[in-house]
């Protein structure tokens, strides 16, 4: 057994903990982690109209499931303004506000606190790595893949 693996005799539970905690670092470490890559964009954000496939079903970026070559996914903002936090809770605090119809890039998905039912949160990668309430952002295309 290597020494970074839990013994097969740990509880569900104690798994599940210890998966939570760790998940959490990395959310924590992400949120906090300036962006360097550049997403191929002029900064800003992408007009719904960009998102559009083209008439061999692939999109913009190359790909035929709506993803860009990065890995990130694109969603539209619901709600009216939606809080963009440093990690997927409630509490935790506001980077910057959303507005209603704005395209996101989405890096991932991720479980957190249910937000009106919906119990994923988006981290989105707009200029700064933010985490959204998935109950209001609309996907253009596919799903965004796990953190």
Known sequence: MSPLSAPASCSPLVRGLA?????????TAVAVTPAVASDGGGGGTTPASGVTGGANGGDQWGGNDG??????????????RLALRTSPSRGADVIRYARRGEVVS?????????????????????????????????????APRWC
Do not use: F, H
């Open 67 to 80: 993803r860009q070559e990065q890995g990130r996914y694109r969603g539209v903002v619901t709600a009216d």
């Open 19 to 27: 998966t939570a905690l760790a998940a959490g670092a990395l959310a």
């Open 106 to 142: 989405i890096y991932c998905k991720t479980p957190g606190p249910s937000v009106q039912g919906n119990p994923l949160w988006y981290l989105l990668t707009d200029g700064t790595w933010a985490w959204g309430a998935a109950r209001y952002i609309d996907n253009i295309g596919p």
